[in-house]
Structure formats: structure tokens, C-alpha cells
């Protein structure tokens, strides 16, 4: 991400220092357990059905 946006993820906004990698969480009960943890949600976000293209008046 430094490369592409200029945006370092591991330094700290509020301090300038360096953050860490604690560890990779690769499996969805993990992020499942996490997420309930800190009491966010942890269904996904209902995605509408694709419409199709406009149709105009004259056709």
C-alpha cells in the first residue's frame, strides 16, 4: 500500500511510531470471534440484485 497510495500501515497517526504484525487470522471463525468480541456485526451486508441496463423511451 506504500507503494501504490503513499500510505504507510504501520506507522501510527498519533504518535509517528512503528506498529506490528501480531498475528494473521486466516480462518472465519476467528474473524467471527473477534468481531463478536469488540461487538460489531458479523453478518454480512445484504447486497441487492443487479438491475438491468436503461431502457429508453423511443425503443
Known amino acids: 500500500m506504500k507503494r501504490t497510495f ?3 500501515v504501520f506507522a501510527c ?3 509517528g511510531g512503528r506498529r506490528r504484525v501480531l498475528a494473521y487470522v486466516k480462518r ?3 474473524v467471527r470471534a ?3 468480541h469488540l ?3 458479523t453478518a454480512s451486508a445484504y447486497l441487492a ?3 438491468g441496463p436503461p431502457q429508453s423511451a423511443w425503443c
Open 34 to 36: 473477534i468481531l463478536e
Open 49 to 51: 440484485p443487479a438491475r
Open 39 to 41: 461487538g460489531m456485526p
Open 28 to 30: 472465519a471463525g476467528g
Open 6 to 8: 503513499t500510505l504507510d
Open 13 to 15: 497517526l498519533r504518535c
